[in-house]
């Protein structure tokens, strides 16, 4: 399955950042299910009950994001150390960065087609 790691800012208004998260993975799956979302702002909660620092956890979200097909980048990425670092480390793994589903789903059929 064609899968895309979710980059949104997340340090700020944590509950809301994680909110506003959940509702674009949830529109993606709805609207297309032939494509996982991976969101780390959900997939790393664990790390708050943790000593981790926030470059160990940022270790772990360029892992995850480094077995997806695309990187989806949403909201004000640029104001985000955390959504620049997952860019770059995207670009550097050759990595697909996209800023809406329209490019997204583009990409995915150009794989498939190939």
């Known amino acids: 399955m064609f899968t ?3 980059s949104h800012p997340y340090t700020g208004d944590e509950d809301k950042n994680r909110l506003i998260a959940r509702q674009i993975a949830a529109r993606i799956v709805s609207e297309y299910p032939d494509i ?6 959900d997939a790393l909660q664990y790390a708050k009950m943790t000593d981790l620092s926030y470059d160990e956890i940022l270790k772990i979200d360029i892992e995850l994001l480094s077995r997806c097909d695309a990187v ?3 909201g004000d990425w640029e104001r985000s150390l955390g959504c620049r670092r997952e ?3 995207a670009h550097e793994r ?3 960065a996209f800023w809406n589903m329209r490019d997204v789903r583009a990409h995915k059929q150009k794989v498939e087609n190939s």
């Open 94 to 96: 050759k990595i697909p």
């Open 4 to 6: 895309v790691y979710l």
């Open 87 to 89: 860019v770059k480390a």
């Open 36 to 41: 996982a979302i991976v969101n780390p702002l």
């Open 72 to 74: 989806l980048v949403r």
